[in-house]
T-cell receptor, first 109, second 116 residues
Framework: SQQGEEDPQALSIQEGENATMNCSYK?????LQWYRQNSGRGLVHLIL?????REKHSGRLRVTLDTSKKSSSLLITASRAADTASYFC?????????FGKGNQVVVIP | GAVVSQHPSRVICKSGTSVKIECRSL??????MFWYRQFPKQSLMLMAT?????????EQGVEKDKFLINHASLTLSTLTVTSAHPEDSSFYIC????????????FGDGTRLSIL
């Protein structure tokens, strides 16, 4: 069943700006993961944040997790044209991933 | 590391044909693989969990006789769409799981299936 649910958004930003996406879920999780998907391709893992972590960084990516609100956010700083893609959050419950609806991000050079 | 190869990338065939899709973990062993389905502009829906050496676990609403899964080795899982019909046209994606706690899934590049 779908658990991760992003605010269904299509973000269009200028290169160099930051992009923020949010995700909410409904049940308990082991961890939450963010993935990226280029058009017509498979998914690339970006960040995994455990249920006992609140924030995690990886390069230009910053993920937060608020288990009390059952929500997460992904921030991409200093965006580049190559960041244009769809971004999905996924909740992990016993290795079964439930994906959100995804956010389409377009970075304009 | 952790590369997953999915083949074929694109299939176009007539209604009634059975189609087999392969998912291989190239540089690691995967006791567990997953099969997803994605319709245009929608999210991924988990279809089944493929377990090496045992029967696959199907999600509710997924017909096991329609979508046959075989995971005969630690590096290969196959999904066969039997007697495919136009409504089976979709993007099918597999993933493989590294052993150990807090491991992400590693995805293949997907198979675009078009049934005429």
């Amino acid at each position: 069943s779908q658990q991760g649910e992003e605010d269904p958004q299509a973000l269009s930003i200028q290169e160099g700006e930051n992009a923020t996406m949010n995700c909410s879920y409904k049940t308990s999780i082991n961890n939450l993961q963010w993935y990226r998907q280029n058009s017509g391709r498979g998914l690339v893992h970006l960040i995994l944040i455990r249920s006992n972590e609140r924030e995690k960084h990886s390069g230009r990516l910053r993920v937060t997790l608020d288990t009390s609100k059952k929500s997460s956010s992904l921030l991409i700083t200093a965006s580049r044209a190559a960041d244009t893609a769809s971004y999905f959050c996924a909740t992990d419950s016993n290795n079964r991933l439930a994906f959100g609806k995804g956010n389409q991000v377009v970075v304009i050079p | 590391g952790a590369v997953v190869s999915q083949h074929p990338s694109r299939v176009i065939c007539k209604s009634g044909t059975s189609v087999k899709i392969e998912c291989r973990s190239l540089d690691f062993q995967a006791t567990t693989m997953f099969w997803y389905r994605q319709f245009p502009k929608q999210s991924l829906m988990l279809m089944a969990t493929s377990n090496e050496g045992s029967k696959a676990t199907y999600e509710q609403g997924v017909e096991k006789d329609k979508f046959l899964i075989n995971h005969a080795s630690l590096t290969l899982s196959t999904l066969t769409v039997t007697s495919a019909h136009p409504e089976d046209s979709s993007f099918y994606i597999c993933s493989a799981l590294l052993q150990g706690p807090y491991q992400p899934q590693h995805f293949g590049d997907g198979t675009r299936l078009s049934i005429l």
